[in-house]
């Protein structure tokens, strides 16, 4: 078997409930050249050394287009890229702003003082689940929770989530790289065409906050700091467009990934309902575990860069397998074990470097409070399905539906 079908193999739907034996393969190449160009890098120390290297690229329009590309690249007249897709220095100017009203040093409460209202949501939500026996932990409440979240922190509607949430599948749907033989184009072009209208609804939305600005990030971002730097009314479109999809399309598959995981580890269920403070460290060893971002494949080399010994050259797409360097052995001892109270886990499941996610401290929290009060409140929960259908996409990976029956809801 060749690295090269082998990347191939990863990315097909067959491999998606279980991708890890591969992944094992994969890392005894550290560095593997694909048939088609692609360079994948599998193994914990050289995945954390090119995060943090500045000859890695993330902006787009360093990329070579692959077969099939080029005309799609090039009729981007869309939105530009958000500061995902920039490097330094528009990147770091960009974040800088965006973290003004999210975090240190000026917002330091934003995430903490939603502590409140998220354990609000998770609570109704659970209510919901009183009279019934079984229930889509997917549907009926690891993807409403984050959206509701997402929407508060920005102000946005939550009601107009329907229309939303249709650009949002099509953006996702855009970062999939297909199956063999699958040209990518007809997807690109539809998330192209995603992003332009969630912009153009967005843009309508920041104008009502300028006019009527609430206490939410849109109307702080739309109204800047105060001392004459700001973003663009276009920079200010393309980063609540990112803040939005970031921000609903990955916390539901750590939710999901994380009840499935307890399903399958009784007694980390058991000692979660006992012990609520594990949920921070449990939450820590689900991104290792079972990362929601599986792997960055959109990086391109700007010079030769040698690493462990393979010189991956200038102008080459980078593949950055963050779900197998989290369970290198060479990095974690026992890798494929789930132990709920690892320490030593600086895990890449929020990847690393000046990209490092920029929602970290709310997909935690999320996370931390939606599983403690499942593990809480769900009265004998156990799987109906093992394993459930899983999404297509391999990158942002999480199961479609997780049917779970239970014999009722604690109050
Ligand atoms: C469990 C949930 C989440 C996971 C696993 C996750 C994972 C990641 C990863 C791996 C990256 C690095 C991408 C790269 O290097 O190319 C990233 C970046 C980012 N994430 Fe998250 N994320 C999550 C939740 C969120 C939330 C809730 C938000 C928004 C509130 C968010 C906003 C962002 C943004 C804006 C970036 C770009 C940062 C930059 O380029 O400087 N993420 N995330």
């Known amino acids: 078997m060749t690295s090269a079908t082998l990347l191939r193999r990863i990315t ?9 034996p591969l992944y094992a393969e994969l890392r005894r190449t550290p560095v593997a050249r694909q ?21 890695l690229s993330s902006d787009p329009r360093n990329r070579v287009p692959t ?15 958000s500061f995902l897709r920039l490097d330094p220095p528009e990147h770091d100017r960009l974040r800088r702003l965006a973290t003004r009203p999210f975090g240190p040093p000026d917002s330091p409460r934003r995430v903490s003082d939603l502590r409140g209202d998220l354990a609000r949501m998770v609570s ?64 690109l072009r539809a998330a192209q065409r995603a992003r332009m209208e969630l912009g153009r609804y967005l843009a309508g939305l920041i104008e009502d906050h300028r006019r009527a600005p609430g206490g939410d990030m849109l109307s702080a971002l739309a109204a800047g700091h105060g001392d004459g730097e700001r973003m663009s009314p276009l920079e200010l479109v393309v980063t609540a467009v990112l803040l939005l999809i970031a921000g609903h399309e990955t916390t539901v598959n750590l939710i999901t990934n994380g009840m499935l995981t307890l ?34 494949p959109q990086r391109t080399a700007l ?37 709920p109270g690892r320490t030593g886990n600086e895990h890449l499941g929020f990847g690393g470097g000046i990209h490092y996610c920029f929602g970290a401290p709310l997909a935690r ?35 479609r539906h997780l049917p779970v029956a239970f014999d009722g809801c604690a109050p």
């Not at 097909?12 to 890890?20: G, I, L, S, T």
């Not at 048939?35 to 000859?55: C, F, K, M």
């Not at 077969?67 to 890229?81: H, K, S, T």
């Open 35 to 55: 048939e088609d160009g692609v360079y994948a890098v599998s193994t914990y120390w050289e995945i954390a050394g090119l995060l943090h290297d500045p000859r």
């Open 124 to 187: 109704g939500l659970i209510d919901g689940l009183r009279d019934r026996e079984r229930a889509d932990i997917v549907e009926d409440f690891a993807y409403p929770f984050p959206v509701m979240v997402i929407c508060k922190l920005l102000g946005v509607p939550h009601e107009d989530e329907e229309r939303f949430h249709v650009w949002a599948e099509a953006i996702v749907a855009g970062l999939d790289p297909g199956e063999e033989g699958e040209g990518p184009a007809e997807r």
């Open 67 to 81: 077969a099939g590309e080029e005309d799609i690249l090039e009729e981007e007249q869309g939105l530009p890229p």
């Open 303 to 339: 010079a030769d860069i040698d690493v462990g010994g393979v010189v991956i050259p200038r102008g080459a797409p980078v593949w950055l397998v963050l779900a197998s360097g989290n369970r290198d052995p060479r990095r974690f001892p026992d890798p494929d074990r789930f132990d």
């Open 365 to 399: 929290l999320e996370a931390q409070i939606a599983l403690t009060e499942l593990a809480r409140r769900l009265v004998e929960p156990r799987l109906v399905e093992d394993p459930p259908p899983y999404r297509r996409n391999p990158v942002l990976r999480g199961p």
């Open 12 to 20: 097909d739907y067959a491999a998606r409930a279980d991708p890890y």
């Open 263 to 296: 399903l399958r580890h009784p007694d980390a269920l058991r000692r979660l309902r006992e012990e609520p403070g594990l949920a921070v460290p449990l939450v820590e060893e689900l991104l290792r575990y079972e990362p929601p971002v599986q792997l960055l």
